[in-house]
C-alpha cells in the first residue's frame, strides 16, 4: 500500500530565506507526483506536476525535483515571502490506478 | 475555485441523518474525487468516478454513496451519520491524466 510522509510537518522561517520541503512515498512505481498549496480554509491549488519520466519542473521561484528510485520529491522554495505562507502537500499518482495519495503536508509560515 | 463549487459550505447535522454533499465542475473533466480531510489524517479519497455512471471505492468508502448520472455532478450522500464523519469534504476534478487537477472550496460537517 503507497504511503506518503512529509518532514517537517511545520517551518517557520524569515522572509528571504531558501527552504526545502520533503516528501517521501514508498512504492516507486508511480504515474506522477504534483506539489499542492493550501491556504487556511480553502481547497488546494496545484503548484507543479512531476511526470515520472522527468526529474524536475520549475515555476517561479518554485522548483519541484523526484528521484523515483529513492522514493523522494523535495519542493525548494527560492526567496521565500510571507504570502508561502500555507500548507504544501505532495500527492502521487499510481501507475495502475487512478487513485492520488496525499501527504500530510508541511504547514509553512514564512516571517516579515 | 470558479470552475468547481460545493454546497453546503457549512453544514450541522445529527447523528443518524441522510446528508447530501453537492459537487458540481464546468470543466468537462472526466475524472472527479471526493477527499476528507482530517487533522492527523491528511486527506483520504472517499470515492472517485472516472466518467458519468462510472464510480470506484477510495481509501475510506464506508458508510458513503455517491451517484454520477451526468458529467457535471458528483453528490456525495452519508446514509446515516456518524460522529467520525465530522470532517472538512473536498470535491476535485481532473483530466484522466493527472493534469488540471481543480478542488472545491470544501464543506465543513459537523455531527453532533
Known amino acids: 500500500k503507497q504511503e506518503v510522509t512529509q518532514i517537517p510537518a511545520a517551518l517557520s522561517v524569515p522572509e528571504g530565506e531558501n527552504l526545502v520541503l520533503n516528501c517521501s512515498f514508498t512504492d516507486s512505481a508511480i504515474y506522477n507526483l504534483q506539489w499542492f498549496r493550501q491556504d487556511p480554509g480553502k481547497g488546494l491549488t496545484s503548484l507543479l506536476l512531476?511526470?515520472?519520466?522527468?526529474r524536475e519542473q520549475t515555476s517561479g521561484r518554485l522548483n519541484a525535483s523526484l528521484d523515483k528510485s529513492s522514493g523522494r520529491s523535495t519542493l525548494y522554495i527560492a526567496a521565500s515571502q510571507p504570502g508561502d505562507s500555507a500548507t504544501y502537500l505532495c500527492?502521487?499518482?499510481?501507475?495502475?490506478?487512478?487513485?492520488?495519495?496525499f501527504g500530510p503536508g508541511t504547514s509553512l509560515s514564512v516571517i516579515p | 475555485d470558479a470552475g468547481i463549487t460545493q454546497s453546503p459550505r457549512y453544514k450541522i447535522t445529527e447523528t443518524g441523518r441522510q446528508v447530501t454533499l453537492m459537487c458540481h465542475q464546468t470543466?468537462?473533466?472526466?475524472?472527479m474525487f471526493w477527499y476528507r480531510q482530517d487533522l492527523g489524517h491528511g486527506l483520504r479519497l472517499i470515492y472517485y468516478s472516472a466518467a458519468a455512471d462510472i464510480t470506484d471505492k477510495g481509501e475510506v468508502p464506508d458508510g458513503y454513496v455517491v451517484s454520477r448520472s451526468k458529467t457535471e455532478n458528483f453528490p456525495l450522500t452519508l446514509e446515516s451519520a456518524t460522529r467520525s464523519q465530522t470532517s472538512v469534504y473536498f470535491c476535485?476534478?481532473?483530466?484522466?491524466?493527472?493534469?488540471?487537477?481543480?478542488f472545491g472550496p470544501g464543506t465543513r460537517l459537523t455531527v453532533l
Open positions: 512531476i511526470q515520472s519520466s522527468q
Open positions: 476535485a476534478s481532473s483530466e484522466s491524466t493527472g493534469r488540471d487537477w481543480i
Open positions: 500527492a502521487v499518482k499510481e501507475t495502475s490506478y487512478d487513485k492520488v495519495i
Open positions: 470543466w468537462s473533466h472526466s475524472y
